[in-house]
């Protein structure tokens, strides 16, 4: 879900905050996230998350967010901020993104910055979420990469940049974001042949690289 849409010259396009937050599923348990606290206790906190059993899902992860468990952290983060068994309190649902984020988690890192962007529980920052975004996008998450092309494009935290908005809008849409390949090619309409040749081999290397040296 796009939150509201922004214009450049009337052909750019883009989302403030590309599908809104990022859940925690079964999935996540497969990424070997898995490093303090038990498993078993784990998974039943993830199950009964996505069961909306929120009490149980609480019981489970706060004890293993307070040890440094990322997806707990994620899961508690999730519940304060959809208010899930909780009041919603936009301030404890950043604390503990940042938790899980400052450990190195792209889930949380993009949940951090869009809180960042959309001045939500923290002060409005761009510069702070231009750079959790950049961190979640070399990570491989794609609506990181479409919220920082977005940046580039508008100024947003950082110097208006339309190639470097192009390679990673190239790099989103490369990921499945369909929204990211119309942008790009509006991007393309402020880019002569020569940088639009350029940055779309600046993705390529980007991604045969794994985000080194992007």
Same mark, same amino acid.
């Given at each position: ?11 750019? &396009? ?10 925690? &599923?079964?999935?996540?348990?497969? @990424?070997?996230?898995?490093?303090? !606290? ?5 998974? @039943? ?10 009490? &149980?899902?609480? $019981? ?9 468990? &990322? ?5 508690? $983060? ?5 208010? +899930? ?12 993104? @940042?938790?899980?984020? +400052?450990? !190195? ?11 960042? /962007? +959309? ?17 979640? $996008? ?35 849409? /490369? !990921? ?35 985000? @080194?040296?992007?």
């Amino acid at each position: 879900m796009k939150n509201f849409i922004l214009l450049i010259a009337l052909t750019l &396009t883009t989302a403030c905050s590309q599908a809104g937050i990022n859940q925690i &599923t079964t999935a996540d348990l497969d @990424k070997g996230i898995i490093d303090k !606290g038990s498993p078993a206790d784990l998974d @039943k906190g993830v199950k009964a998350y996505e069961n909306r059993d929120y009490s &149980t899902a609480l $019981a489970e992860f706060y004890p293993l967010a307070k040890q440094g468990n &990322t997806i707990a952290q994620n899961g508690i $983060a999730n519940m304060y901020y959809y208010g +899930e068994g909780i009041s919603q309190d936009y301030k404890q649902a950043a604390k503990w993104y @940042k938790l899980a984020a +400052e450990q !190195g988690d792209a889930h949380a890192q993009y949940n951090l910055g869009v809180m960042y /962007d +959309e001045g939500l529980g923290v002060p409005q920052n761009y510069n702070q979420s231009f750079n959790w975004f950049y961190l979640s $996008a070399r990570q491989g998450e794609v609506d990181a990469q479409y919220n920082l092309a977005r940046m580039f494009a508008l100024g947003l935290g950082t110097a208006q940049n339309f190639s470097n908005s192009y390679i990673w809008f190239k790099i989103a849409g /490369d !990921g499945g974001d369909k929204d990211a390949d119309r942008n790009r090619r509006n991007a393309a309409r402020f880019m002569t042949a020569a940088q639009i040749i350029e940055s779309r081999e600046l993705a390529i290397q980007c991604l045969a690289n794994n985000y @080194k040296g992007c």
